[in-house]
């Protein structure tokens, strides 16, 4: 099985800040790698898919790169509602995925 | 607009079946694009994918879960479900059905239902 490690698994930033969220994969998945954004009380919903394609309908705020083992997801001028968890998925095994943990991303 | 709708019971006993149906609408689940999921969270965790369905009936599972998991479909009622057999409480979470879409040789859940939560407890 592949197993997904994102850190940190907590993140307290503030509103304009640059930040950034890594997700680690057990084996080289070359860039099957999604992000999705969680907020409380809601499904989960896609920011980036492929490792760096921006879903439609996403600010371009969110950005993601990486290929291999090692991803990122960076925000780089936190918005109030930009709060939120955020998951990592690999698809790399389509039809079978594993997510991230989750890093919880709070207001300083 | 597609929507995904979870329906089934709020709560099951140990060692029962847990049954949950996701009702389509805005959109045919008999299309051949798509494939249809359920994935599951714990209370205060993660994500967990339990498995995913095409409108054929080919299934594929999490192989944690295989053992007790079925997944079907009913394209007469454009509807996916999920049983899960001889539950305990580590089973208790908020489930979701999902869409799954391929996009550039890649998949992603695009569309999710709004979850439904099972307490699994006597």
């Known amino acids: 099985d592949i197993q997904m490690t994102q850190s940190p698994s907590s993140l307290s930033a503030s509103v304009g800040d640059r930040v950034t969220i890594t997700c680690r994969a057990s084996?080289?998945?070359?860039?099957?790698l999604n992000w999705y954004q969680q907020k409380p009380g809601k499904a989960p919903k896609v920011l980036i898919y492929a490792a760096s394609s921006l879903q439609s309908g996403v600010p371009s705020r969110f950005s993601g790169s990486g290929s291999g083992t090692d991803f990122t997801l960076t925000i780089s001028s936190l918005q109030p509602e930009d709060f939120a968890t955020y998951y990592c998925?690999?698809?790399?095994?389509?039809?079978?995925?594993?997510f991230g943990q989750g890093t919880k991303l709070e207001i300083k | 607009q597609l929507q995904l709708q979870e329906s089934g019971p709020g709560l099951v006993k140990p060692s029962e079946t847990l049954s949950l149906t996701c009702t389509v609408s805005g959109g045919s689940i008999s299309s051949s694009f798509y494939y249809w999921g359920w994935i599951r969270q714990p209370p205060g965790k993660g994500l967990e994918w339990i498995g995913t369905?095409?409108?054929?009936?080919?299934?594929y599972y999490n192989p944690s879960l295989k053992s007790r998991v079925t997944i079907s479909v009913d394209t007469s009622k454009n509807q996916f479900s999920l049983k899960l057999s001889s539950v305990t409480a580590a089973d208790t979470a908020l489930y979701y059905c999902?869409?799954?879409?391929?996009?550039?040789?890649?998949?992603?859940?695009?569309?999710w239902g709004q979850g439904t939560l099972v307490t699994v407890s006597s």
């Open positions: 084996q080289s998945i070359s860039s099957y």
């Open positions: 369905i095409y409108y054929s009936g080919s299934t």
């Open positions: 998925q690999q698809t790399y095994s389509t039809p079978m995925y594993t």
């Open positions: 999902a869409r799954r879409i391929a996009v550039a040789g890649t998949t992603y859940f695009d569309y």
